[in-house]
């Protein structure tokens, strides 16, 4: 599939190479506008890991119509192949961004993922948050993938936005497999944003956001959860290194 922007390759993933804003501006709000159906990938360094040794996901990463750099392992990882990205675009802001038009535009939107009180509470922010957006539905994320009768009942509730907050490479699959279930939508995975929305997780204060250091936040309030995943992103950014262009 033809990516609808600019883009730059890092281990074969095309990133949308645009500022947060650019995208939205340009891409985003405009397919929403229009009613298209469209899917974002937001990856990090695991995503990418993973996409490397499983090829059905990596084949729904590169067919997916935009893949964001959602880790500073990739813009990291961009510069030192010579081909700089612009910024990073973080899951939970483009999430927060979708919401703030989607309120502002009174769209529909369906929440997919998370345990269910999690799901419920996030569900819940957003109705007190956002009272102009349309509760499409909700659903955690305890379902068979191969249920496509749930599937069918989404679609049924025309959803401007899907959100799905399965995990990866669950969530990217499931947008894959059933999306042409849809008229149109905007669908993207959103990993553990439900959990932020409700509460049940805290977000790296903006100072370690801004200094590119969220990472490391997360691994020093979640030790045991997070080192797998913080020895991923070593993995990833030695794989760059060697094989980066002189």
């Not at 059933?178 to 944003?193: A, R």
């Amino acid at each position: 599939m033809q990516k609808d922007c600019r883009s730059v390759t890092v281990m074969d993933i095309d990133f949308v190479n645009k500022t947060q804003y650019q995208f939205l501006v340009e891409d985003i709000f405009p397919a929403l506008h229009r009613k298209d159906k469209k899917f974002i990938v937001t990856a990090n360094p695991e995503i990418v890991m993973k996409a490397r040794e499983d090829d059905t996901f990596k084949k729904v990463i590169q067919e997916a119509d935009y893949t964001v750099p959602d880790g500073i392992g990739i813009i990291l990882a961009a510069k030192m192949l010579k081909t700089p990205l612009q910024e990073r675009i973080a899951g939970f802001d483009l999430t927060l961004d979708l919401l703030n038009y989607a309120d502002e535009y009174e769209l529909s939107c369906y929440f997919l993922g998370a345990k269910e009180d999690v799901n419920e509470k996030a569900v819940k922010r957003v109705e007190s948050d956002y009272p102009n957006i349309h509760i499409a539905g909700r659903h955690n994320g305890y379902f068979d993938f191969d249920d496509r009768k749930l599937a069918e009942e989404i679609a049924a509730t025309s959803p401007d936005i899907v959100l799905v907050a399965a995990g990866f490479p669950k969530q990217e699959k499931w947008i894959a497999a059933y999306k042409d279930l849809f008229n149109h939508g905007l669908f993207m995975g959103v990993g553990g944003t439900f959990d932020v929305l409700a509460g049940e997780v805290k977000r790296a204060p903006e100072i370690w956001v801004k200094l590119n250091l969220e990472w490391f936040y997360r691994l020093l309030q979640q030790p045991r959860v997070r080192i797998k995943r913080t020895l991923k992103l070593f993995e990833f950014m030695w794989i760059i290194l060697k094989n980066r262009k002189k």
